[in-house]
């Protein structure tokens, strides 16, 4: 029995502490959630994430079963009780200010989380926080600096909003902000949290990324967007019209990036395809992600890693845009391995492009094929239908 010092008498809370830390106690199971999985490809991918969601709804446990699964500290920062200087760091004058200028001083949870070289951030309340503090966290999420501090790269960046209906003095993010956010739609069952209030909650999936897929993981996403992209260039960069808009998931060159870098993390971890769709959404929004999640369902590549191993055996896609994300997939898986032997076997590949009669959609792959050309190897027949065109350019010397 817990006593006090002072009379020695029971102490009132010790028993009411036991109950609470018995209800605390709880398990996880595995079950399927798109958000949690979602969430876990984002933040594997190291991209900064943000959950959106009414308030109550477990965003902050989430977060919390993450950062134990991966075996990482958690930083939780409300945003919304800072000051622009909280994040863009305290002067602080040295011994020779003209000399060494005024450091910016960083707060100590960023100092925690550099000692410890990982871990995630958690900004929470992002929403209710001032156009000036949404402005200071511009640099911490995209580049991670805070003050004068550089945070590791595998410090994680996510945070949490609630609408600005529902959120205390709530604002629209800012354009420049939200465009450096992977957005998620945070949601409850109902059945998930009966089953939690009995104790056992689902639990957070972690993408386990095989190392043998990598490079063809790579080439295949580079394929597929450098396609989407060309068949669709006026999706490259749109920016919303009204200001709840911009203030969400919108296509820009950055978050095409994003794109790129979680179908890669996907299909190198063999991600479940629910869970790739919404990070897809929340990188581009949801015209644009579904657009693009459409032409993928159609796409269909092939392994480039596998053509260029044998590219006798390997038939042209039909389509053109096929034809141009497969192409663009070869350079890439080339150029992510580059010998002489799978140079020549992505010339073999190109000329299937000249034989179907279409030499001109292997025309800009053809131009990066020869760039990567070492001096020492000679010319390979498959480059026959493009040498007008790669002369022109400069990319072989009129002598080759």
């Known amino acids: 029995m817990t006593v006090t010092d002072e009379n020695l008498t029971p102490d009132p809370l010790a028993a009411a502490d036991e109950l609470v830390r018995r209800l605390g106690s709880q398990r996880t199971e595995p079950a399927a959630n798109p958000q949690l999985e979602a969430l876990a ?13 009414e308030p109550g709804i477990g965003k902050s446990a989430g977060l919390q079963q993450l950062a134990a699964g991966l075996g990482v500290p958690l930083e939780t920062v409300i945003a919304s009780v800072h000051e622009p200087s909280d994040f863009a760091g305290l002067p602080i004058i040295g011994d020779d200010p003209a000399t060494t200028g005024v450091p910016m001083a960083p707060p100590d949870w960023a100092v925690r989380l550099a000692a410890a070289g990982r871990g995630i951030v958690f900004f929470d309340e992002l929403s209710s926080a001032p156009p000036a503090v949404q402005a200071a966290l511009l640099r911490v999420v995209l580049e991670r600096r805070v003050g004068s501090l550089s945070l590791p790269e595998p410090v994680r960046v996510v945070a949490a909003a609630n609408p600005p209906s529902s959120a ?3 604002w629209h993010l800012s354009p420049p902000l939200a465009n450096r956010f992977v957005h998620l739609q945070w949601t409850h069952d109902p059945r998930t949290v009966a089953r939690g209030m009995a104790g056992t909650w689902p639990a957070v999936p972690l993408p386990l990324i095989d190392p043998a897929r990598v490079p063809s993981a790579v080439a295949r996403a580079r394929g597929v967007i450098s396609g989407f992209l060309t068949a669709r260039p006026g999706l ?16 820009s060159p950055r978050t095409w990036e994003m794109v790129l870098r979680l179908l890669a993390v996907g299909y190198a971890a063999g991600a479940d395809q629910k869970a790739v769709a919404a990070a897809v959404i929340g990188a581009v929004g949801d015209g644009t992600g579904l657009e693009l999640l459409a032409y993928l369902e159609q796409l269909d590549l092939p392994d480039p890693d596998r053509v260029l191993a044998n ?9 053109g845009d096929r034809q141009l994300a497969f192409l663009t997939a ?5 150029q992510s391995d580059l010998t002489r032997r799978r140079w020549e076997a992505g010339w073999a590949v190109l000329a299937k492009a000249v034989d179907a009669g279409v030499p ?3 025309a800009r792959a053809a131009g990066d094929l020869a760039a990567m050309r070492d001096t020492d190897w000679p010319v390979p027949s498959g480059i026959d239908a493009f040498l007008d065109l790669l002369q022109l350019s400069g990319a072989l010397p009129s002598a080759s």
């Open 41 to 53: 490809l984002a933040v594997s991918a190291n991209l900064p994430v943000l959950l959106w969601g």
């Open 168 to 170: 205390a003095d709530g």
């Open 236 to 251: 490259a960069h749109h920016l919303p019209g009204d200001a709840e808009s911009r203030g969400r998931a919108w296509p």
């Open 311 to 319: 590219p006798a055996a390997f038939a042209l896609p039909e389509r």
């Open 330 to 334: 070869i350079v890439s898986a080339v």
């Open 360 to 362: 001109d959609v292997a």
